[in-house]
């Protein structure tokens, strides 16, 4: 089963098993990762699963975030006032479906989900 390495703010990893099929948001919920709040379930209409993927791993899963999820983000969140290496490569966690190619995704997560 692939793995996700999700890295908290304050530097801690948790290496999890995530389903292939399964997104990256509920990988973090199922397994009691904190900093990813997935209040929608992945409806795409809360961004409380936002996420920083590693630079190196930014176009394997799909690229910069779609119009959809950057409409979103803009409306809810203050993309401005996040931090860390990753920042550009913001994403809602809830759209990235895992895949065995996936398979040591590194995410990083925000200080705090809420503004
Ligand atoms: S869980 Fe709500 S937008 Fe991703």
């Known amino acids: 089963m692939p ?10 990893a948790h290496e999890i098993d995530v389903p292939v099929g399964e997104n990256v948001m509920r990988g973090a919920l199922y397994n009691n990762v904190p900093g990813i709040a997935g209040e929608c ?12 993927i590693d630079d190196a ?14 409409e979103l983000l803009e409306a809810v969140t203050d993309l401005d006032a996040d931090e860390g290496p990753a920042r550009h490569n913001v994403r809602l966690s809830c759209q990235i479906s895992m895949t065995d190619d996936l398979d040591g995704l590194v995410v990083c997560l925000p200080a705090k989900q809420y503004a």
């Open 3 to 12: 793995k996700v390495i999700y890295i908290e703010h304050g530097g801690t």
């Open 57 to 70: 791993w930014a176009a394997k899963v799909g690229g910069p975030a779609t119009h959809e999820e950057r």
């Open 41 to 52: 379930g992945g409806a795409l209409s809360c961004a409380t699963c936002r996420c920083f």
